[in-house]
């Protein structure tokens, strides 16, 4: 057997531990899960009462084409039906864009520290891949243009940020998509677009009638609450989405996630809602590390990207034992910091209690 030699030693995602597995391990009866972003007040009820009435409709394979959730979404966006691209999550449209656009003669261009997805697939593609540095956890734009050449193929701006929480403006935004050639296509992940709250964040959706290589990425994962269910989607020009569609397996989202997504989008106040609730827990995290003088990323997320000064690995550790799963930075491109998701306003006091005997331990062995 002769793979392609980019695979050698290419390590599998390493999620964050299952509910289930720290449990038994530590013999805990709750775990609370705060590492993966994840909607801590679930979906709207209306999602599950679509999957529940569609339960029995199993033997026949879903509709490709997503005609029910495509409608919906043009119309709640205000684009074009053949404007879409549905993956199995927004991941898989990573993919779908990796696979359509780079192979060994071309490089892509992302942010570093940014999402690990997108240079997994590019690797697996073949392409080189140039990590820009970021600066203070935003995206150095202008060094990103500097490292375009002819052979790039796609450029990254993961806007809000994973794993920093930060984010991208309107302006500067505009400015770098206007320098950008046209021979490379931007690509906008927004998979917490309904968590942001700053003013001057870019509204990227007006900017497809004048950019052919702009992609825009949003997910029901994150703030819908339909992780489980894997549904993402990707917007652009008709063009470059017809370009993506054969790449499209056929049956790539489930009947389930369709009736699902559809419900979940068309309830507006379960989404307001949540939003509001993780800008007061924003606020209690903000509150939390004034109090402890603990330098934190400015977040227009859901996860708030903490330097505890202390290796991320060792915090973790202590958090799961005391049942919280949280994302090391060790991981992440941030070694002494540990990225926490919001949780409800309980969860995060309790989290909070654990974090200040962890600061207590600390100090006392510093003296
Ligand atoms: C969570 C996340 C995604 C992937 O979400 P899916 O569940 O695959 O839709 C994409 N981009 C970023 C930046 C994310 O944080």
Redesign the pocket.
């Known amino acids: 057997m002769q793979a392609k030699p980019q695979l050698s030693g290419l390590p599998s995602y390493k999620p964050g531990k299952p509910i289930e597995e720290v449990k038994k391990e530590f013999g805990l009866s709750k775990v609370i899960k705060l590492a993966s972003?994840e909607n801590p007040f679930g979906a709207s009820p209306k999602a599950a009462e679509a999957i529940r009435q569609a339960a029995s409709e199993t033997a026949i394979y879903p509709d490709g084409y997503a005609a029910f959730l495509r409608e919906k979404v043009a119309s709640k966006l205000g684009v074009a039906k053949n404007q879409l691209v549905f993956g199995n999550?927004?991941?898989?449209v990573?993919q779908f864009l990796c696979r359509a656009f780079l192979s060994p003669d071309t490089n892509t261009v992302t942010a570093d520290p940014t999402?690990s997805?997108y240079k997994l697939n590019a690797t697996i593609e073949g392409a080189e891949v140039r990590e820009v540095p970021s600066i203070d956890g935003v995206h150095d734009l202008d060094a990103m243009l500097e490292a375009i050449d002819e052979k790039t193929r796609i450029i990254w701006v993961?806007n809000p940020n994973?794993p920093s929480g930060t984010y991208v403006n309107q302006v500067a935004f505009e400015s770098f998509i206007e320098r950008v050639p046209k021979h490379v296509l931007v690509v906008s992940?927004e998979?917490?677009y309904e968590y942001v709250t700053a003013e001057d964040y870019p509204e990227t959706l007006p900017l497809l009638e004048k950019y052919e290589n702009l992609m825009i990425?949003r997910?029901?994962?994150?703030a819908y609450g339909l992780?489980a269910l894997?549904?993402?989607f990707g917007v652009a020009s008709p063009k470059l989405i017809s370009l993506l569609d054969p790449i499209r397996p056929p049956f790539n989202n489930t009947t389930f996630a369709h009736l699902a997504a559809a419900a979940a989008l068309e309830d507006e106040q379960f989404i307001t809602e949540c939003v509001a609730k993780n800008t007061r827990g924003l606020e209690q995290f903000v509150a939390f590390c004034e109090k402890h003088n603990l330098y934190y990323y400015p977040s227009q997320t859901n996860f708030v990207l903490i330097d505890f000064k202390c290796p991320g690995n060792e915090l973790f550790d202590y958090l799961l034992r005391r049942g919280f799963i949280v994302r090391s930075g060790e991981a992440l491109g941030f070694p002494t910091c540990v990225r926490i998701t919001i949780g409800s306003e309980e969860q995060n006091d309790e989290l909070f209690g654990i974090l200040e005997g962890f600061l207590a331990e600390k100090s006392v062995q510093q003296g």
Not at 89 to 92: A, K, N, P, Q, V
Not at 219 to 222: G, I, P, Q, V, Y
């Open positions: 972003n999550g927004s991941d898989e990573i999402f997805q993961c994973n992940d998979a917490y990425l997910t029901f994962s994150k992780a894997r549904v993402g």
